[in-house]
């Protein structure tokens, strides 16, 4: 079945570094990707999406491109800021459904 | 627009007792989707309603079962908990419009389960 792959956590970076959080899918099709962000205590925050290859879904700083040829969807950020530190979870669509990542847990550190 | 809504927002039970969680979608939305998120499992599906009708169920026994109304409101019921069913419980709404799937969420009931 359809699965979601994403780096393990946590992930500590001092602020202005430069996030990378890897995330990998397999799937059957060509599924829309997604990007959540969780900040303590709270659900689930849509932060970006791509619904085709060569797509990029970009927000608040945040970017991630839709790689089919390496079923990718890895999230970047230039310049990251300590309001960051959150848990992001990798997801894809799949017959109703959206199949997770486990979550990175990401510390800024000022 | 109001965002997805869910009550109660924590709840303890003690273990055989059942439970009922609500959630209310964004208006116009007529998806509802259920997640399980604990620790160690992180997040899992439940099921899924589109108009009154499950389209789709996850890995879970039958002791979890749900409904959605013709308002789309949705209730989820745990039947004869179990100390393993603690975890946030999330509701997310899609108006399944477009070509993608996006779902936004409510801030989740927190079951604890003694």
């Known amino acids: 079945g359809n699965s979601v792959t994403q780096m393990e956590g946590p992930v500590t970076l001092s602020e202005e570094a430069f996030l990378t959080i890897n995330c990998t899918y397999t799937?059957?099709?060509?599924?829309?990707l997604f990007w959540y962000v969780q900040y303590p205590g709270e659900g689930l925050q849509l932060l970006l999406k791509?619904?085709?290859a060569d797509d990029k879904g970009s927000n608040k700083g945040f970017e991630a491109t839709y790689r089919k040829e390496t079923t990718s969807f890895h999230l970047e950020k230039g310049s990251v800021q300590v309001s960051d530190s959150a848990v992001y979870f990798c997801?894809?669509?799949?017959?109703?459904?959206?199949?997770w990542g486990a979550g990175t847990k990401l510390i800024i550190k000022p | 627009k109001a965002g997805v809504t869910q009550t109660p927002r924590y709840l303890i039970k003690t273990r055989g007792q059942q439970v009922t969680l609500s959630c209310s979608p964004i208006?116009?939305?007529?998806?509802v989707s259920w997640y399980q998120q604990t620790p160690g499992q992180g997040l899992q599906f439940l099921f899924e309603?589109?108009?009154?009708?499950?389209?789709n169920k996850g890995n879970f026994p039958g002791r979890f079962s749900g409904r959605q109304f013709s308002n789309s409101r949705s209730e989820m019921n745990v039947s004869t908990l179990e100390l393993g069913d603690s975890a946030l419980y999330l509701c997310?709404?899609?108006?399944?419009?477009?070509?993608?799937?996006?779902?936004?969420f409510g801030p989740g009931t927190r079951l604890t389960v003694t």
């Open positions: 997310a709404s899609s108006s399944t419009l477009g070509a993608y799937y996006e779902q936004y």
């Open positions: 208006s116009g939305h007529r998806s």
């Open positions: 309603y589109f108009s009154e009708t499950q389209r």
């Open positions: 799937a059957t099709g060509y599924p829309s």
């Open positions: 791509a619904t085709k």
């Open positions: 997801a894809s669509d799949s017959n109703y459904q959206l199949i």
